[in-house]
């Protein structure tokens, strides 16, 4: 549905892209996840058509942005960072104005009563747009995108400035587009991008350094692999038998003590769940195991690695050669998928840029 390649704007000197190439199917949930000022709202400006790019291919819908302008305007609907709101219309002036604006055919007042309903602003349809709370205007904006029922919809940091029930709202609606729309959105807030979409393009100094399914870094990050257990017998013995585990990188007694049972934590190398074959062990030897708790890795600690790591190229590729879990690491196991994500993403695009087709890349 959207085809960016080799994308490039420059400033003067600064890359605000540098070379981005990705591609969106139809139908999906896409977040630009970055820093302040990584280039997620100048990405965004090109793909609508606001801003021409300095070089690379844009196309939507299998049209492109640069030679069929119209074409691709049609098809997308877009909430830039600012809303483009008039703040002396009411809010039906409003939309019928941008109805007209976008050469609209749809039966005007179904159609936007249909708009006004989904983003539930229907209650305040007469009244002026000055007058409303920062959480409507954002809605109206939204509902601006809508007309015209445009099968994309960019979404530029929608939920900046909202209080916590608006931002559940918005994004409520967001995941209800995504539904029977593309959508891409843009957001510097983690937990949104893990709680509206299904894919995650981490962008860090005009680059995509990250391309991930939302449900794979999920599911790595609570693959189990760092857990405690609480463990009766005598420590030392108890500690010799986890470290001697297959699949153990990591064991260390913590100073939490049950009655005659130590916490120990553990780590797992990657692809293992040792948890198993932790149980039989421990029953031959003799020793209870009184209690389990997995530990989730955090996603935080995993973007804010991958946007430093990816800010020093030269000594992330110093540093490629060291492998595996060091001990004694609080985030060594943060540091390791951040750097499989990179590396994957880092790896797809090689593909994709000496023209593997795209069966190939599925069947990884
Ligand atoms: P983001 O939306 O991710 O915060 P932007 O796309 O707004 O980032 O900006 C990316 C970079 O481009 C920033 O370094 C910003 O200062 C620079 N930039 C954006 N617009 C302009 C402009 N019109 N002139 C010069 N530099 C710009
Ligand atoms: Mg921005």
Request: net charge negative.
């Amino acid at each position: 549905m959207i085809k960016i390649e080799h994308l490039v704007k420059n400033y003067g000197n600064l890359s605000a892209v540098d070379d981005v190439s990705f591609e969106i199917e139809s139908g999906e949930v896409v977040g630009l996840l970055g820093p302040n000022g990584a280039g997620k709202s100048t990405m965004m400006n090109i793909l609508t058509g606001y801003l021409s790019a300095t070089s690379g291919v844009v196309e939507i819908g299998g049209h492109s942005v640069l030679d069929e302008p119209l074409a691709v305007k049609k098809q997308v609907g877009y909430l830039p960072e600012q809303p483009p709101l008039y703040l002396d219309m009411t809010v039906e002036e409003y939309l019928n104005f941008t109805y007209e604006l976008k050469g609209c055919t749809l039966n005007r007042e179904q159609h936007l009563k249909e708009v006004c309903d989904v983003v539930k602003i229907y209650d305040v349809y007469k009244r002026l747009i000055g007058h409303l709370s920062k959480g409507y205007r954002q809605r109206v904006g939204i509902a601006q995108a809508l007309v015209g029922n445009p099968e994309v919809i960019i979404f530029d940091e929608p939920t900046v400035g909202l209080d916590p029930k608006q931002i559940i709202e918005i994004r409520n609606l967001i995941r209800t587009l995504g539904k029977n729309h593309t959508v891409i959105l843009s957001t510097h807030i983690l937990q949104e991008v893990q709680a509206v979409c299904d894919r995650i393009l981490i962008v860090n100094k005009g680059k995509i350094v990250a391309n991930e399914l939302t449900e794979n870094i999920t599911r790595a990050v609570q693959a189990g692999r760092r857990f405690n257990v609480k463990i009766c017998g005598p420590k030392s013995e108890v500690l010799s038998a986890l470290r001697e585990l297959s699949g153990v990188v990591y064991a260390e007694q913590l100073a939490e003590r049950d009655g005659e049972a130590y916490t120990y934590t553990v780590e797992s190398a990657s692809g293992t769940d040792v948890r198993k074959n932790l149980f039989f062990t421990m029953a031959q030897k003799g020793f209870a195991i009184v209690g389990l708790e997995t530990l989730g890795m955090s996603l935080e600690d995993i973007f804010i690695t991958i946007v430093d790591d990816t800010d020093k190229p030269t000594r992330q590729g110093a540093r490629r050669g060291k492998q595996g879990v060091s001990r004694g690491d609080k985030s060594a196991l943060e540091k390791e998928l951040a750097k499989d994500i990179v590396r994957r993403t880092a790896d797809g695009q090689r593909e994709s840029a000496l023209g593997l087709d795209s069966d190939k890349k599925e069947e990884k």
